[in-house]
C-alpha cells in the first residue's frame, strides 16, 4: 500500500507516547498500537500512566493520561527511558510530557485542541505552536479532531461523539508510519461496538481516514520499518501482569485441583485481578467481593480451611488492614496467596504509580515471629509463573505466601510466550485422610503432627470423618495442637514455624547468574541484584554498560523469603554488589543483615520505573571504581 | 440430600439450613451430648453462663442428626470465643471479631457444612462490628450465636458497646459515655432474615431457638443473655429471677398476642409503632399477635426498641423475625454451576484455551 513517493526508514527500534485528557481514550489507543505490533512480531513493552482521578478537569495537566510503547526488531527489556515520538492530542498532555522528550522527536499534536481557553488552562501563556519553543523537535500540527469530524460525518454523530473518534484517527495515522498490521484493530472495533453500528462505523472510518491521510498527506515524507524480533519458537500473546498473574491462579487452581477462592476488595492497581477472576467461575473460581480488606482475607482462610486454594489480592494499604489475619494463617499454617500489587506509598500514597515499597512490610509486617515466604514476578508476563509458584509453595508447606507484584508490572505488557499446560508442575493438595497419631483404635488425627521433610502439617478438612479438630491463633501445643502456654513448647514452636519457611529454600533452584565471560577472558567483578518489576531497567542497563565493553553481572531474585541458597555465595563472589531498587533500599537491608555483604543501592522513588540509561551510569561507575579504570559509555556506533 | 430430623419452620416449601448437610447413616445409633464433648478442660469462670449455653448445645446438635465432621463452629476473641475448643467437630478459634468473615468462606466453599459463628457484644457490635452487618445483609447460610454479657470479660471488666450508659468500669470511673447497641435492632436493620434473642439459663427456650435458628437457611441471628458472674454479675437478674421475671420478659411466639403479666402490647395508631398497655384495658381483637415472618421488619423493630437500654428490666424474648430471603452462598454456588454447565473439556484443556486466547503470534 506504500506509494512510491514516500520514503521508507529501517529503524530497530521506537518509543512511541500517547497522551491526552484522561477522557481521550490514549490507554484504548496505546494497546491497539501495541496489539498491532505484537502481531506483527516485534518485541514490545508498554507503560501506561494515568492520574487516580477517574476524570480530573478537562484539559488540565493533572487529567493528562499516557501510554508509553516501546517496540523493535530485537529482545528488549523497558518501556524505554525517553520517547522518540509524541502524539499530544491538548497543549496539557503536551506541556506535562515535553520534559522528557529528546532533542529531535517528532511531536504530532491535535491543532484543534490548541485554543486560547485550553493554552490557558494548560498554562500556557501564548501558542508554543506558533513560536521557536518547539524549534528542536519535529512538529507535525494536524487538526485530527477536525479531519475525524468530517470523516465520520455520514453517520450522523452528534459533534462531540464525533470527534471522540478522533484518537482512532490518531492511531490510523501511526499506524501507517509504522506499518503496522490493522485487522485486529479493525476486529476489535467491530466487536467493541457491536451494539452501536455507529459508533462503531464511525471508529473504523476515523482509523482507516488516519491511516490514509498519513499515505496522501505531504506533511508526513517518512514512513518507518521496524523488522519483527528474533524469539524463540512458540505461539504469543501480549499479556499484561494483572492478566498473567490471574491466569496463573487459575493455573494454581486447576493444576492442584484445588476449587480457588479469592476474597478481595476493589483497590488500585490490584482490582483487574479481581475483574478478570470473577469471569472465570467455570474453573470452579468463587470471588467474593467482601465489605473490606479484612474479610477479603478473612473469607480466603475460611475457603482454606474448608479445603480451597485461598486467595487474596490487594496493594500495600490493604496489606497493613490484612496483617492480623495473616498472622492468624501463619499459626494456623492454611495456605493462603496474598498478592500484594505494590503501588507509591505510604498511606494512600500514589495509587496510580509504581514502587516496590512494601518488600519489608511483606517480610516484617506482623506482629510476633511470623515467616511468610514471599515471591516476585520480574515482568507482566512472568506473573503467570509466579502466581504458580506461590500456590505451590503455600499448598505444600500449609503457610501463608506474598506474592508482590506492582503498578508497572501490573498495567505493562509484554510479548509472553504461551506456555504448554502440559508442561506446567502439578500441585499436590494431599489432604490428610487418616489418624495419623498412635496405632488402631487408639490413633489420634494429631494436627500439628509434621511431615518430616518439610515440616508441613496435615492438612485436614471439615467432612473427613475422625480428624475433627479445632486450631486457632493461641498457641499451640507440638505435634497435638491443643492450646499451650509453655515456655518452652513456644520456643520450639516459634523456631519450627520460621525452620519450615527456611526449609523451602531446599526446594528451589541456584540462583541464575548472567556473567558471560568477556572476549579476554575475564569476568565482572561488579554484579547487578534487583528484584521484580526492576528486572527490565537492570538487564537493558546491563546490556549498556557491556555492549560499552565492560564486564557486569546480573542476577535477579525471584525468592526473597526465603532467599535461595547459594545467595551469600553469589555475593561474596563480587567486588562490588549494587542492588537497584524503587524504595530507599529495602532488599539492601535484608542483604546487609544476613549476609554482612555490603551491598550498594541505587534507589528512587519517583512512582516510575528506573530508567535504562541512569542505571547503566551507575553500573558504569561502580565498574570504573572496582576495577579502577575509566569507563566511557559513549555509544560507539548503532548501540 | 435432606434430613427430617431437624426443626420444623412451619413454612412448606422452605429450604432447610441443613438440607445440604450429610446426615447419619439410616439405622445408626443416635449420637449423645457427649460425642461433641472434646478432651479439652473448660476454663471459663465458675457460675460464668458460657456453661449452660455450652451444654446446651452439646446436648442440642445431636438432634440435628448432621455427621459430626460436616459442622463447623467458628469463633472471634473474647470469653465465649473458646467455645469451638470445646466441641468435639471442626472448628477455628480466630481473631478478634473477624468470625463472620471467616465463617462466610467456609459457607461459601462449602454447601455440605452446618457453620457456627460463637462470638460476644465486643466481639461482634465493636471490633467486628462491619462483618456482622455485612453477613447478615448477604444472609449467608450460618447461625451467629452472640453471648451478650454487657461486658468485656476477657480483658478484664471494661464497659461494652450494650453496657447502659452511665456504668462505672474500669475504663470509665466516671460513669460510661457512651450510648449502647442493641443487638437486635441492629440485625433486624441490617435486614437479617432471622433474628431471636434467648436466656443462657433458660435450656428449654434456648433449644428451641437453636432448632429453629439451625434450620433456617440463611443467617441465623441469636442474641443469648449471659451473665458474667465476675465483671458484671447480676445484668439480667430482672428477666431471671421468679420474682420480676413475668413482668420483665416480654414474649415473642409467632402467631400468638403478645401478652405477659398484666400488660398487652398493641398498635401504637399515632406513632406508628407499638405501645405498652394494660390487658384489662384492651380488648383481645386488638392485641398484638405477633407475626415472625412479617416480610416487612418494622413492626419487629418497633417490639426490639422496648428492650431496655439501661439496667434491664424489659425485654422481648424470642423470635422476632423468620423470613425466607435468597441466600449468597447459595446464589453464588449456583452462578459456578451455570457457569460450569456452559463449559465444554477438562479443566486442562480449557486453562489452555483460556491462555492461548486473544490476537496470538506464532514464531516456528
Known amino acids: ?639 | 440430600m435432606t434430613t427430617d430430623s431437624t426443626a420444623d419452620l412451619g413454612l412448606p416449601g422452605l429450604r432447610s439450613g441443613v438440607e445440604l448437610v450429610p446426615t447419619l447413616d439410616e439405622g445408626s445409633a443416635p449420637q449423645t451430648g457427649k460425642e461433641f464433648t472434646s478432651d479439652q478442660e473448660v476454663r471459663w469462670c465458675p457460675g460464668c453462663g458460657d456453661y449452660a449455653v455450652l451444654k446446651a448445645v452439646q446436648n442440642f446438635l445431636p438432634d440435628l442428626g448432621l455427621r459430626r465432621e460436616n459442622i463447623v463452629f467458628v469463633s472471634g476473641i473474647g470469653c465465649s470465643s473458646r467455645f469451638p475448643y470445646y466441641l468435639d467437630t471442626y472448628g477455628m478459634h480466630s481473631i478478634h471479631g473477624r468470625a463472620p468473615s471467616i465463617a462466610t468462606g467456609i459457607a461459601t466453599a462449602r454447601e455440605d457444612l452446618s457453620v457456627w459463628v460463637v462470638t460476644g457484644d465486643g466481639d461482634a457490635l465493636s471490633i467486628g462490628g462491619n462483618h456482622l452487618i455485612h453477613a447478615l445483609r448477604r444472609n449467608v447460610n450460618m447461625t451467629i450465636l452472640l453471648f451478650n454479657n454487657r461486658i468485656y470479660g476477657l480483658t478484664k471488666g471494661q464497659y461494652s458497646p450494650t453496657s447502659e450508659p452511665g456504668k462505672v468500669t474500669k475504663s470509665t470511673p466516671m460513669g460510661s459515655v457512651d450510648h449502647p447497641f442493641n443487638p437486635v435492632s441492629l440485625a433486624l436493620g441490617a435486614e437479617a432474615s432471622f433474628v431471636a434473642r434467648t436466656i443462657d439459663s433458660d435450656r428449654l427456650h434456648l433449644t428451641s431457638v437453636l432448632s429453629a435458628a439451625a434450620a433456617h437457611r440463611g443467617t441465623s441471628f441469636v442474641e443469648i443473655y449471659q451473665n458474667c458472674p465476675i465483671f458484671n454479675d447480676g445484668a439480667f437478674d430482672a428477666i431471671k429471677s421468679p420474682e420480676t421475671k413475668a413482668d420483665a420478659i416480654i414474649p415473642l411466639v409467632h402467631g400468638e398476642p403478645i401478652r405477659w403479666s398484666d400488660k398487652a402490647l398493641v398498635r401504637d395508631r399515632q406513632g406508628g409503632g407499638v405501645q405498652v398497655v394494660a390487658a384489662a384495658e384492651v380488648a383481645d381483637a386488638d392485641v398484638l399477635v405477633h407475626d415472625a415472618h412479617a416480610p416487612d421488619p418494622s413492626t419487629a423493630f418497633a417490639i426490639s426498641r422496648l428492650t431496655d437500654s439501661g439496667y434491664l428490666n424489659t425485654s422481648p424474648i424470642g423470635i422476632f423475625r423468620q423470613v425466607e430471603r435468597a441466600t449468597y452462598d447459595d446464589e453464588a454456588r449456583a452462578q459456578l454451576e451455570t457457569a460450569r454447565g456452559a463449559a465444554t473439556g477438562d479443566p486442562s484443556q480449557r486453562l489452555a484455551a483460556l491462555i492461548g486466547a486473544g490476537d496470538t503470534w506464532t514464531i516456528v
Not at chain 1, 485528557?21 to 518485541?43: I, K, P
Not at chain 1, 496405632?439 to 470423618?465: K, M, S
Open chain 1, 1 to 639: 500500500m506504500t506509494q512510491p513517493s514516500k520514503q521508507v526508514k529501517q529503524l530497530d527500534r521506537v518509543i512511541i507516547r500517547f497522551a491526552g485528557d484522561s477522557g481521550d481514550g490514549m490507554q484504548l489507543t496505546g494497546d491497539r498500537f501495541t496489539q498491532e505490533s505484537a502481531v506483527f512480531g516485534n518485541d514490545l513493552v508498554t507503560l501506561p500512566n494515568f492520574p487516580a482521578e477517574i476524570r480530573a478537569p478537562q484539559g488540565t495537566l493533572p487529567g493528562v493520561s499516557s501510554f508509553q510503547v516501546h517496540f523493535a526488531d530485537h529482545d528488549i527489556l523497558t518501556a524505554g527511558d525517553a520517547p522518540d515520538v509524541l502524539v499530544a492530542m491538548n497543549p496539557a498532555a503536551l506541556r506535562a510530557n515535553l520534559g522528557d522528550l529528546p532533542k529531535g522527536a517528532t511531536i504530532i499534536v491535535d491543532t484543534h485542541d490548541f485554543t486560547a481557553r485550553n493554552l490557558t488552562k494548560a498554562g500556557y501563556s501564548a501558542n508554543p505552536l506558533d513560536g521557536d519553543d518547539l524549534a528542536e523537535f519535529a512538529v507535525h500540527p494536524v487538526d485530527l479532531t477536525g479531519m475525524t469530524v468530517e470523516a465520520v460525518k455520514e453517520f450522523g454523530l452528534s459533534r462531540k461523539d464525533a470527534a471522540r473518534a478522533k484518537n482512532m484517527f490518531a492511531l490510523g495515522l501511526l499506524s501507517w508510519m509504522y506499518g503496522r498490521p490493522t485487522e485486529s484493530t479493525t476486529a476489535f472495533l467491530t466487536k467493541r461496538f457491536a451494539k452501536v453500528p455507529d459508533i462503531r462505523d464511525a471508529n473504523i472510518t476515523a482509523f482507516k481516514a488516519g491511516w490514509n491521510f498519513g499515505e496522501t498527506t505531504e506533511a508526513f515524507v517518512v514512513r518507518y520499518e521496524i523488522k519483527p524480533a528474533p524469539m524463540n519458537a512458540g505461539t504469543y500473546r501480549n499479556i499484561t501482569g494483572n492478566l498473567a498473574l490471574a491466569y496463573g491462579l487459575i493455573a494454581g487452581g486447576v493444576q492442584s485441583g484445588l476449587p480457588l477462592f479469592l476474597g478481595s476488595y476493589p483497590i488500585t492497581p490490584a482490582s483487574d485481578i479481581l475483574h478478570e477472576l470473577s469471569k472465570h467461575k467455570a474453573f470452579g473460581v468463587t470471588t467474593f467481593q467482601a465489605e473490606d480488606e479484612i474479610a477479603g482475607v478473612g473469607a480466603a482462610i475460611g475457603a482454606s480451611f474448608a479445603g480451597s486454594l485461598g486467595v487474596t489480592t490487594t496493594s500495600g494499604p490493604g496489606i497493613a488492614l490484612k496483617s492480623e489475619a495473616i498472622g492468624l494463617a501463619v499459626m494456623t499454617e492454611l495456605p493462603l496467596l496474598v498478592v500484594d500489587v505494590q503501588r507509591g506509598g505510604p498511606s494512600t500514597g500514589l495509587p496510580t504509580k509504581t514502587e516496590q515499597a512494601d518488600l519489608l512490610q511483606a517480610m516484617f509486617g506482623r506482629n510476633g515471629e511470623a515467616p511468610v515466604p514471599i515471591i516476585a514476578p520480574q515482568s507482566p508476563g512472568d506473573c503467570f509463573d509466579a502466581a504458580l509458584e506461590a500456590a505451590r509453595i503455600a499448598i505444600t508447606y500449609r503457610t501463608p505466601v506474598m506474592l508482590l507484584s506492582d503498578g508497572y508490572l501490573a498495567n505493562g505488557s509484554e510479548p509472553w510466550r504461551i506456555p504448554e499446560v502440559d508442561q506446567l508442575p502439578t500441585i499436590d493438595p494431599a489432604f490428610a485422610t487418616h489418624r495419623n497419631h498412635g496405632e488402631g483404635d487408639d490413633a489420634e488425627f494429631w494436627p500439628y503432627e509434621r511431615d518430616a521433610d518439610t515440616l508441613a502439617r496435615p492438612w485436614a478438612i471439615p467432612g473427613t470423618p475422625g480428624l475433627e479438630h479445632r486450631i486457632g491463633g493461641l498457641e499451640k501445643g507440638d505435634g497435638h495442637g491443643n492450646i499451650s502456654y509453655d515456655p518452652a513448647n513456644h520456643d520450639y514452636m516459634v523456631r519450627t514455624r520460621q525452620a519450615k519457611v527456611d526449609r523451602i529454600a531446599d526446594s528451589l533452584p541456584p540462583l541464575a547468574v548472567d556473567d558471560p565471560e568477556g572476549p579476554d577472558g575475564r569476568r565482572a567483578r561488579v554484579l547487578v541484584l534487583g528484584w521484580g518489576s526492576t528486572y527490565g531497567p537492570i538487564g537493558a542497563g546491563v546490556r549498556r554498560v557491556r555492549k560499552a565493553g565492560y564486564h557486569v553481572a546480573q542476577a535477579h531474585l525471584r525468592h526473597l523469603n526465603p532467599f535461595p541458597h547459594d545467595l551469600g555465595e553469589v555475593l561474596r563472589r563480587y567486588d562490588k554488589v549494587l542492588v537497584p531498587e524503587m524504595n530507599l533500599g529495602q532488599l539492601s537491608m535484608l542483604l546487609r543483615a544476613k549476609f554482612l555483604v555490603d551491598v550498594v543501592g541505587y534507589n528512587e522513588v519517583r512512582g516510575l520505573p528506573l530508567k535504562a540509561a541512569v542505571l547503566a551510569d551507575v553500573i558504569g561507575g561502580l565498574v570504573a571504581e572496582a576495577e579502577g579504570i575509566e569507563v566511557d559509555l559513549t555509544p560507539k556506533e548503532n548501540a
